[in-house]
């Protein structure tokens, strides 16, 4: 099994910024994908950023350039630095780990609250 445990949110005014962390533990395995998403009042759960073991990123083409996701494989640790706040970006954000193996495992957080004041 694998834990994923955020922490980071909380409330800011627009404009400002904001780093989430992820602690993972548990059988994580060396190949897996850890990333970001959200989910806003009303409205679907979305991606926001992976990324993987050795690296690679991937972002929503909505956070490009304003969100920037890093990760300390030492730590098993995942952060979103948060730029240029918007209320818009009001929203629980989950952690996520995808362990890649015979079969893809899916993992998630509780979420941590972001609150965009403006």
């Known amino acids: 099994q694998v834990q994923l445990v955020e922490s980071g949110g909380g409330l800011v005014q627009a404009g400002g910024s904001l780093r989430l962390s992820c602690a993972a533990t548990g059988r994580i395995f060396s190949v897996n994908t850890m990333g970001w998403y959200r989910q806003g009042p009303g409205k679907q759960r979305e991606l926001v950023a992976t990324?993987?073991?050795?690296?690679?990123?991937n972002y929503a083409d909505s956070f490009k350039g304003r969100f920037t996701i890093s990760r300390d494989n030492a730590k098993n640790m995942v952060y979103l630095q948060m730029s240029s706040l918007k209320p818009a970006d009001t929203a629980v954000y989950y952690c996520n780990l995808k362990r890649w193996g015979p079969s893809v495992m899916d993992y998630w957080g509780k979420g941590t609250l972001v609150t965009v004041s403006s």
């Open positions: 990324m993987t073991a050795t690296g690679i990123t």
